[in-house]
């Protein structure tokens, strides 16, 4: 296996040679730098002349259709999905709100929604609304005392409750748990329930196949897989995604029009609204075709600089991490015992070292492992080991000054 190179991975990002506020970057959960081949694309978008896409037939809407097009089906062989199942969002968070409104009237009252105690808000409150408003429970996976999906739990939930969808993070955004979620999938479906899968944390890092996890939607975010923020996807399975009734309206999605009725489009098209944007998925796609050029050895990379930043803060006495899963991937939490987590960020704010603090959007998971919230580091592959020395040198600088 060729070995990968990080200075020449960094070497792509112009950020860190020309920012003087940048510093050592360690909120890569939050959001991925963007590297100049996506930059390029961006630029040539607006420097080569724009124009709209499907909706006319010069020279130029013609080119930038076919490249918006095959930008859907980069998206689908990055994830070993179906390019008619990918639907342009803004995010993780508008695919999640609209898959929870697309489904409304769906399912039979009192039926039952599980989601996984490691939600970000955005696979948490979506949720929460349809079932008030279509008279349905929510009911919680729970977590063993490592942090992991306590699985005979949530096998118990299947089997006591009519059960209509099972949502769960691939990756943890505040703890850094990496689940089974081919295993939650298939437990799901063994029940009839559909599977969504918030894939937000782990497109960056681990290598998705959906034929092998088979849920029914797996979405992601581009701002955190180096792409520029405001553009995701879901990427569903056709059959399921055929089901969800249009909940936002406009050109393009429609067939035909009366002032008295519409009927929709075939997908993705129905599920699409409006003006796209455009840049965004010329840059998600430029971000995909980077990201693959430079996938090989970059997982075991990634998992040797974790390790090897966990094995560090362990050795700081006054530290305490947050949950030791089975599988971590790309973040870990801790508090410093007596501190509040603000102090210790502040201290390194002032030592240019961006970290995480606070509940991370997951408030009620973060809050059961850390009441005042928690630090959070997340790294990508870009950074290095002598960061990791760095951070962890000024940490326990914060930490004496503040003990």
Not at 121 to 149: F, M, S, Y
Not at 344 to 358: E, F, K, M, P, T
Request: hydrophobic share 40%; proline share 3%.
């Amino acid at each position: 296996m060729k070995s990968f190179n990080p200075d020449e991975f960094r070497n792509h990002f112009r950020c860190f040679s020309t920012s003087e506020t940048l510093g050592i970057y360690l909120d890569n959960a939050a959001t991925t730098q963007i590297p100049d081949e996506v930059l390029q694309a961006l630029a040539s978008y607006y420097s080569s002349g724009r124009s709209n896409v499907h909706r006319s037939s010069y020279p130029l809407a013609n080119k930038l259709t076919q490249q918006f097009e095959q930008a859907r089906t980069i998206v689908a062989q990055w994830l070993n999905g179906s390019a008619r199942g990918v639907i342009w969002t803004s995010g993780t968070t508008d695919g999640l709100n609209r898959l929870a409104d697309g489904l409304r009237g769906h399912f039979k009252s009192e039926q039952t929604i599980l989601v996984s105690a490691l939600e970000h808000h955005a696979n948490l409150v979506p949720w929460q609304q349809l079932c008030v408003k279509d008279n349905l429970t929510l009911r919680i996976i729970p977590t063993t005392e490592t942090g992991d999906i306590d699985y005979a739990a949530y096998q118990q939930l299947l089997q006591i409750h009519n059960v209509a969808v099972v949502c769960c993070c691939h990756v943890s955004n505040s703890l850094g748990v990496c689940n089974d979620v081919q295993e939650i999938t298939r437990l799901a479906h063994q029940h009839g329930a559909l599977a969504i899968i918030d894939g937000a944390q782990a497109v960056a890092h681990l290598d998705i196949d959906l034929q092998l996890i088979d849920c029914d939607a797996y979405l992601f975010s581009g701002h955190k897989v180096y792409a520029p923020t405001g553009i995701g996807a879901i990427v569903g399975q056709t059959h399921f995604l055929e089901q969800l009734q249009p909940c936002r309206f406009g050109g393009e999605m429609v067939k035909k029009v009366t002032y008295q009725d519409a009927t929709f489009r075939e997908l993705p098209y129905r599920l699409e609204p409006g003006t796209p944007n455009i840049d965004g998925v010329l840059a998600l796609s430029a971000a995909i075709r980077f990201l693959s050029a430079h996938q090989e050895g970059k997982q075991a990379y990634e998992q040797q600089l974790l390790a090897y930043c966990e094995s560090q803060l362990h050795q700081i006495k006054e530290l305490t991490i947050l949950a030791h899963p089975k599988h971590r991937c790309g973040v870990i939490s801790f508090v410093v015992n007596h501190v509040h987590p603000f102090d210790i960020a502040d201290w390194l704010n002032n030592q240019q070292i961006s970290v995480r603090c606070g509940f991370h959007c997951a408030m009620p998971i973060t809050e059961q492992w850390a009441h005042q919230g928690s630090l959070r580091i997340s790294l990508a592959a870009y950074n290095t080991f002598y960061e990791i020395d760095q951070f962890i040198e000024s940490l326990k600088q914060a930490i004496d000054i503040n003990l």
